[in-house]
T-cell receptor
Framework: GAGVSQSPSNKVTEKGKDVELRCDPI?????LYWYRQRLGQGLEFLIY????????KSGLPSDRFSAERTGESVSTLTIQRTQQEDSAVYLC?????????????FGPGTRLTVT | DQQVKQNSPSLSVQEGRISILNCDYT??????FLWYKKYPAEGPTFLIS?????DKNEDGRFTVFLNKSAKHLSLHIVPSQPGDSAVYFC???????????FGSGTQLTVLP
């Protein structure tokens, strides 16, 4: 079956512009996560969706970042007024549910470069 | 403050030998630990996990050891193969927390 897909794979944008990143989770996976990986660093949690519950936004670094998910399908991560420090690989993951034993499956990521 | 640390950014091992990747953590609430492997231009893929009620979990060539008193875990790969060359991330989860906390990764190179 299809894995987690993300688009675009690469995005170059000018400082100050808005960008929208898309994630298609594995069908049937109720949990969806966004992470960010800056160069040379580990993955940094951004936001978590579980079914129709309110998302856990505790990892979003500023109010320029927002994300939406409709039901158990596609999610979009939006970064407004991009800054150079937003340059990173943005990774999406999904899992059947949340908890031990429900492993997270990652997409290939979107490499964002802010010039 | 990094709660999960991988102090070795890189490791080179000869094919057929054992690879040992190390990870330390500071948060005593972590009770579930995972290792992910990442190839260039791909997302991380799950490798093996261990619950804090165990001190060892084995899956084929991969074994994870957990030392709770030292807040240390390690991944052993034996025998190492060139296809194992990748970045390995250690990750941890605390109880009901939803997200994983990742280390910065170790680049493993297995030399033929």
């Amino acid at each position: 079956g299809a894995g987690v897909s993300q688009s675009p794979s690469n995005k170059v944008t000018e400082k100050g512009k808005d960008v929208e990143l898309r994630c298609d989770p594995i069908s049937g996976h109720t949990a969806l996560y966004w992470y960010r990986q800056r160069l040379g660093q580990g993955l940094e949690f951004l936001i978590y969706f579980q079914g129709n519950s309110a998302p856990d936004k505790s990892g979003l670094p500023s109010d320029r970042f927002s994300a939406e998910r409709t039901g158990e399908s596609v999610s979009t991560l939006t970064i407004q007024r991009t800054q150079q420090e937003d340059s990173a690989v943005y990774l999406c993951a999904s899992s059947l549910a949340n908890g031990q034993g429900y492993e997270q499956y990652f997409g290939p990521g979107t490499r964002l470069t802010v010039t | 403050d990094q709660q999960v640390k991988q102090n070795s950014p890189s490791l080179s091992v000869q094919e057929g030998r054992i690879s040992i990747l190390n990870c330390d953590y500071t948060n005593s609430m972590f009770d579930y630990f995972l290792w992910y492997k990442k190839y260039p231009a791909e997302g991380p893929t799950f490798l093996i996990s261990i619950s804090s009620i165990k001190d060892k979990n084995e899956d084929g060539r991969f074994t994870v050891f957990l030392n709770k008193s030292a807040k240390h875990l390690s991944l052993h790969i034996v025998p190492s193969q060139p296809g194992d060359s990748a970045v390995y991330f250690c990750a941890a989860r605390a109880g009901s927390a939803r997200q994983l906390t990742f280390g910065s990764g170790t680049q493993l190179t297995v030399l033929p």
